[in-house]
Every structure is written in C-alpha cells, then in structure tokens.
C-alpha cells in the first residue's frame, strides 16, 4: 500500500485506512462502469447519527490539498484531516448481506455502535449510544 501525506503528520503504512481485497476488487469494478479511471473513494465522517457520529463514503474527482491520499490495489482513497481523526486505522470492506450488502467500514476507534452500522462512538464522546433512527 501507498500513502501520500498531506498535511496529516500521518506516516505509517496502514495506519491510516486500509481495505480488503473484496472492497478493492468491488471498487474497481463500479468505477470500470462510470468509466472514469480518475475517482477515489472519499471516505468521511459527519456529526449526527444514533451514536453520536456517522460514516460516509462518495466519489471523489480529485482530492483537496489537505487530504490524505491512501493507494491501495488500484484503488485510490481520500480522506479529510477531520474525518481522519475519527477513522484512522479503519478497515473497508464490501459484506454481502440477504438484504442488500454494500461497504462496510471496521473501526478500531469506536466503542460503541448502532445498530444501523453507520453510526459510532469513540471513547473520549461522554453518554450513551442510542438506538438507531431510521
């Protein structure tokens, strides 16, 4: 895996986000089909959700000047400064599911999480998690 910094201080390989072979593979062939060899992955985090945070993953043209650009399989993810805090170390994996599968993304960082799968807690959050909303 490749990692280019920017502006991060991060510097170790995998310390950042990772993804297994099943994502990558399942990312090549999406953005085979846009036909646009250009997109990454943004992966990201917002406030909000039943446990106090929620994941997000979009396509991204290019990436900002203070994104950390991670290479991995062919397969380019971006992530912000703010959102890495929260999701560094992060795995990204494509689940399979009776009810519809999609990517899943396994955090170190969180301690608790909802029900729903998109939402987190990390351990310097005060509370509890709250059951999901949908």
């Not at 969180?110 to 005060?126: E, I, K, L, P």
């Amino acid at each position: 895996m490749a990692i280019e910094q920017q502006g991060t201080g991060v510097g170790v390989a995998g310390s950042v986000v990772s993804m297994t072979a099943r994502a990558a593979d399942r990312l090549k062939e999406i953005i085979a089909k846009q036909d646009r060899a250009d997109l990454a992955l943004r992966v990201y985090v917002t406030p909000g959700g039943c446990s106090g945070f929620s994941y997000g993953m979009t396509f991204a043209e290019g990436k900002e000047d203070d994104d950390t650009l991670v290479e991995q399989d062919g397969v380019r993810i971006v992530v912000d400064p703010m959102s890495l805090m929260y999701i560094k170390g992060s795995e990204i994996d494509f689940v399979d599911a009776l009810m519809g599968g999609g990517f899943a993304l396994r955090n170190p960082n969180a301690v608790s999480s909802c029900g729903c799968g998109q939402s987190f807690r990390t351990a310097d959050q005060a509370g509890t998690a709250k059951a999901c909303a949908h």
